[in-house]
């Protein structure tokens, strides 16, 4: 036994390791699987966007720069949110560029929670949340959301769930891992609730633009919750970034400032390139996210089609690029039905119970994949469900 | 924008029973569209894009540029839609600029473009100039790289 263990301190060795990082390494051990398992786009970076690093990198850019980012692209992102979310901050003291949305939410929580502050978050949801308030010493509460409600938050639920010493709500619309969005009106009465009990919402809203029915609306946007909420957003999904690490917070100056204490102890500033990038990503990049979400919207419709086909219930996700289909009609368990499938099919998909306890009798599965992966898997999987009977 | 001609745009390539499934049309429907497209004369027709630079026939790719006489009726066209009907000319552009049309032609080797533009085009009347460009290398076909982009091994196969 390695004794190396007793220098590991008490909540790291605490966080859970399940089954899924087992799971993840029999994966990518399989040579010719196809995989609905990455949490990513397709695409590659748009190459405008690819190409401004690249210039940025001829011209020399290989410093820090301001902790809080580059000013030409927090003026950029002032303009953005305000244009496409309706709230308004300024650039010099209510936007922090950030290591991606993980780095924003991992600061907002340091900045706020102390020793023993409880946080409500819905689940199931982004592998990170729970760890990132168990890293803090914070306490996460998970609120269960269902199939029934499409996934979005069940606002009772949540009011059910709260205790004394609860400050902070997570929220992430549309959702990894169910696709799920929620309505002005809930967000409205979520909203009403966190004013009765002054709670900080943390809003991470990294899908906004991958929303297929509808409009996406910020819970930050309504009227009287700028101030406490903190808004997340990043690059990687919408813009096909995640390999540039770079998102952004925006909320009252006092948090930011908070949030810039720790980023500027503990990251300095998000790397100069990926800066860059971000800036024509905001800039100009509209034309290929539009693209690039018309291909998820139509890739959606067929696997959620196809998976009701098959008998595995499935809502049409209203965002993201997942799909999170029941497979309550098989009896299996997700990580069983998952292993199953991997054996028999070699095909991957993640077990709903990666994203916490309410994701059992379900999995994810990307729809970032092309057409013929598509069919192949979504027609493989009907096999092995077929077999299973 | 047709469903069936945006599917077919992004250009990857599926069977039409494929691409009812992608869309939840029966193939029959999907056929169907396809047929109505070619009717209204949106769909040309289908071609593989292959690579120049693998093409075992040593096929010669050129580019002309044609100076030629407008005409009192129709102007370019009638010459222009002459010239098209070469199986050769693959396509044919009228520009703006310092000439009138563009033609992409390709031929099994050098002298048969060369007797091309000497026998056919220009002699004929109303063409005033010609200056041919060879293709010497592809980088790009018709949105294809002709590069191939590395594996990507670093890539994990599922992600959160
Ligand atoms: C809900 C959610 N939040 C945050 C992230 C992390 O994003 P970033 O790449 O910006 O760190 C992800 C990535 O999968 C996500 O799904």
């Given at each position: 036994m390695s004794t190396a263990n007793r220098f590991v301190a008490d909540h790291v060795a605490g966080l859970p390791?399940?089954?899924?990082?087992?799971?993840?390494?029999?994966?990518?051990?399989?040579k010719d699987a196809i995989s609905l398992g990455i949490g990513e786009p397709d695409f590659v970076t748009p190459w405008h966007i690819r190409e401004a690093a690249i210039y940025a990198l001829e011209q020399g850019k290989t410093s820090y720069t301001d902790n809080r980012g580059l000013i030409k692209l927090?003026?950029?992102?002032?303009?953005?949110?305000?244009?496409?979310?309706?709230?308004?901050?300024?650039?010099?003291?209510?936007?922090?560029?950030?290591?991606?949305?993980?780095?924003?939410?991992?600061?907002?929580?340091?900045?706020?929670?102390?020793?023993?502050?409880?946080?409500?978050?819905?689940?199931?949801?982004?592998?990170?949340?729970?760890?990132?308030?168990?890293?803090?010493?914070?306490?996460?509460?998970?609120?269960?959301?269902?199939?029934?409600d499409n996934f979005a938050l069940d606002v009772d639920k949540v009011i059910a769930a709260w205790e004394p010493g609860v400050k902070v709500l997570m929220l992430n619309f549309p959702t990894?891992?169910?696709?799920?969005?929620?309505?002005?009106?809930?967000?409205?009465?979520?909203?009403?609730?966190?004013?009765?009990?002054?709670?900080?919402?943390?809003?991470?809203?990294?899908?906004?633009?991958?929303?297929?029915?509808?409009?996406?609306?910020?819970?930050?946007?309504?009227?009287?919750?700028?101030?406490?909420?903190?808004?997340?957003?990043?690059?990687?999904?919408?813009?096909?970034?995640?390999?540039?690490?770079?998102?952004?917070?925006?909320?009252?100056?006092?948090?930011?400032?908070?949030?810039?204490?720790?980023?500027?102890?503990?990251?300095?500033?998000?790397?100069?390139?990926?800066?860059?990038?971000?800036t024509e990503a905001v800039?100009?990049?509209?034309?290929?996210?539009?693209?690039?979400?018309?291909?998820?919207?139509?890739?959606?419709?067929?696997?959620?089609?196809?998976?009701?086909?098959?008998?595995?219930?499935?809502?049409?996700?209203?965002?993201?690029?997942?799909?999170?289909?029941?497979?309550?009609?098989?009896?299996?368990?997700?990580?069983?039905?998952?292993?199953?499938?991997?054996?028999?099919?070699?095909?991957?998909?993640?077990?709903?119970?990666?994203?916490?306890?309410?994701?059992?009798?379900?999995?994810r599965a990307s729809f970032s994949n092309s057409y013929e992966q598509l069919i192949t898997a979504t027609d493989a999987i009907e096999r092995y469900v077929g077999g299973l009977g | 924008?047709?469903?069936?001609?945006?599917?077919?745009?992004?250009?990857?390539?599926?069977?039409?029973?494929?691409?009812?499934?992608?869309?939840?049309?029966?193939?029959?429907?999907?056929?169907?569209?396809?047929?109505?497209?070619?009717?209204?004369?949106?769909l040309l027709g289908w071609r593989p894009i292959l690579n120049p630079a693998l093409d075992d026939d040593e096929n010669v790719r050129a580019v002309i540029e044609v100076k030629i006489s407008p005409e009192r009726e129709g102007g370019f066209d009638r010459l222009a839609e002459r010239i098209s009907k070469f199986d050769r000319v693959e396509s044919c552009y009228l520009m703006s600029g310092a000439y009138d049309l563009l033609l992409v032609i390709r031929a099994e080797n050098l002298k048969r473009i060369a007797q091309f533009v000497f026998e056919k085009l220009a002699t004929l009347e109303g063409v005033n100039a010609t200056a041919t460009h060879f293709m010497l290398k592809a980088y790009k076909e018709q949105g294809y790289f002709i590069a191939r982009a590395a594996a990507d091994e670093d890539k994990p196969a599922v992600s959160p």
């Open positions: 390791r399940s089954g899924i990082r087992d799971f993840f390494a029999i994966v990518s051990q399989m927090r003026r950029a992102l002032s303009t953005y949110v305000e244009e496409n979310f309706g709230m308004s901050y300024s650039p010099d003291t209510e936007i922090l560029v950030t290591v991606g949305v993980s780095e924003a939410i991992d600061i907002a929580l340091r900045a706020v929670i102390n020793p023993g502050d409880k946080v409500l978050y819905h689940e199931p949801c982004y592998v990170s949340y729970h760890p990132s308030v168990t890293l803090t010493h914070g306490q996460a509460i998970g609120v269960p959301t269902s199939a029934e990894n891992p169910t696709g799920g969005v929620t309505d002005r009106a809930k967000l409205e009465r979520l909203a009403k609730f966190a004013v009765e009990k002054d709670l900080l919402i943390l809003s991470d809203e990294v899908y906004a633009e991958l929303t297929y029915d509808g409009q996406h609306t910020s819970i930050a946007s309504l009227p009287g919750m700028r101030d406490r909420v903190i808004f997340l957003h990043g690059f990687s999904k919408a813009w096909a970034m995640t390999g540039f690490r770079i998102g952004f917070a925006c909320g009252a100056p006092e948090l930011i400032e908070a949030m810039m204490k720790v980023h500027q102890y503990s990251m300095m500033c998000a790397p100069i390139l990926s800066q860059e990038a971000a800039t100009n990049g509209a034309e290929s996210v539009a693209r690039m979400k018309e291909q998820y919207h139509r890739r959606r419709d067929f696997v959620a089609r196809r998976f009701n086909e098959i008998g595995l219930k499935c809502h049409a996700p209203e965002g993201t690029f997942y799909a999170f289909p029941s497979i309550q009609s098989t009896g299996l368990k997700s990580m069983d039905f998952c292993k199953g499938l991997l054996d028999a099919e070699k095909v991957a998909v993640v077990p709903g119970t990666a994203f916490g306890p309410s994701g059992e009798g379900f999995f | 924008m047709n469903p069936v001609l945006k599917l077919l745009l992004e250009g990857e390539p599926l069977s039409t029973e494929q691409m009812g499934q992608v869309l939840g049309m029966s193939e029959t429907e999907v056929a169907m569209e396809l047929e109505k497209l070619k009717d209204q004369g949106t």
